[in-house]
């Protein structure tokens, strides 16, 4: 996965679901937010506790850091794990775990089913999550704290509208601590604008890139 700036996730918190079912055979995706391959694996035993009777409980998870993994939990090679990863890969998704669990009907699907069956259950879920508004953009960021006098309050709040940025918090005490927050490789421009301004002083300072959504 290329995160690259941006990618999509669900938002914590919020579980999502889609269901599909062929002859008999029931496949319920459980789609949840995960920050770690700990949270993942958490997230799974949850599952397969919850579904304890179930026949099969695959799972796939994607990391922003590109490390994804899926297993096919006792069905055919190929048949459903990865085309589970595929859909969250597919739909730009990261930090995300999804398990699919199945239910058996009686009847064999074959390999071609399966990879139709666990796709469009998957497909549910997400599809689900965006439904209800539970996807969100997080973007790569970067925070920059700016120490100033009141006199130049309104021009330093203006650079950081004009440098695309927002204020996250204001402080106001002897003077004015503003936290503010740029999409990376915005800050410069502003940082710069803000010494200029300041006449070569250094009264913001930029941290470390991270993702949020903005």
Not at 125 to 138: L, N, P, Q, S
Not at 172 to 195: I, M, P, Y
């Amino acid at each position: 996965m290329s995160a690259g700036e941006s990618y999509l996730t669900l938002r914590a918190g919020v579980e999502a679901r889609g269901e599909f079912e062929d002859r008999r055979s029931r496949f319920i995706a459980q789609l949840a937010h995960v920050g770690s391959e700990a949270e993942a694996e958490a997230f799974i035993a949850e599952v397969r506790s919850r579904h304890h009777d179930a026949r099969h409980n695959v799972p796939a998870w994607i990391l922003s850091d590109g490390r994804e993994r899926c297993s096919d939990d006792g069905e055919p090679s190929r048949t459903s794990g990865m085309p589970t990863l595929d859909v969250l890969r597919g739909a730009g998704l990261a930090d995300v775990c999804c398990v699919v669990t199945r239910y058996f009907g009686g009847t064999l699907l074959g390999p071609g089913g399966l990879v139709r069956a666990y796709t469009a259950a998957t497909q549910a879920a997400v599809a689900a999550a965006e439904k209800d508004g539970a996807i969100c953009e997080m973007t790569l960021v970067v925070p920059v704290t700016v120490q100033l006098p009141y006199a130049l309050y309104d021009r330093v709040t203006r650079l950081v509208v004009d440098a695309g940025g927002k204020v996250a918090d204001s402080l106001f005490a002897e003077d004015v601590q503003l936290s503010c927050v740029f999409r990376a490789g915005e800050e410069e421009r502003f940082v710069a604008a803000v010494r200029e301004l300041a006449g070569g002083e250094d009264l913001a300072r930029a941290g470390e890139p991270r993702f949020s959504e903005f």
